[in-house]
């Protein structure tokens, strides 16, 4: 018994430390704010703990995002939706003259994917963090089609958005 104890907890600690960070910044993305996306993980990982290894052999990641995904949802809901989920990407990058360095078009394109649907903004922040679109769609429930889809759109709309194709053109 405290053999299965130690590698479970050794299991635990291994996807903390493989996933913790992706998953925060994961999180993150979708809820905005870093003690949000604090609380939503370290949810995440507390059911992590109540499940057998043998249950998630080979699929700990999609697990754990889905969870995650699953937690910030939740957290939205409660906060009584989706404050910062425009259905448009808004032109409120600053000034072309002014952003000539490239913490300002970083800055410009995260305000840019904050403002994308949720499900646009969850589909990207997965597939940056290098998921196929298989363990997106496994993550997020989406049809694997769908999440082509979606990612699609988030990109296109990205790219097409003046104020970032100014900056881009510098």
């Given at each position: ?18 996933y ?10 979708l ?85 994308l ?29 769908n999440?082509r889809?979606?990612?699609?759109r ?17």
């Amino acid at each position: 018994m405290v053999a299965k104890s130690g590698q479970r907890q050794r299991w635990v600690l291994q996807a903390l430390e493989q996933y913790e960070a992706r998953l925060l910044r994961f999180a993150a993305r979708l809820l905005g704010d870093d003690d949000s996306a604090r609380d939503a993980v370290q949810h995440t990982f507390l059911r992590l703990c109540d499940q057998p290894p043998e249950r998630l052999d080979g699929r700990v990641g999609p697990w754990l995002f889905a969870v995650c995904r699953n937690q910030a949802v939740d957290m939205l809901r409660r906060r009584g939706g989706e404050s910062n989920c425009d259905e448009t990407v808004l032109d409120d990058c600053p000034d072309p003259a002014d952003a000539a360095e490239r913490a300002d078009l970083s800055e410009c394109v995260n305000r840019l994917i904050d403002r994308l649907p949720l499900p646009q903004r969850e589909a990207l922040a997965l597939w940056s963090e290098g998921f196929s679109y298989r363990q997106i769609a496994a993550a997020t429930g989406a049809a694997e089609g769908n999440v082509r889809v979606i990612v699609h759109r988030a990109l296109k709309s990205l790219r097409k958005n003046p104020a970032l194709q100014r900056l881009m053109d510098q």
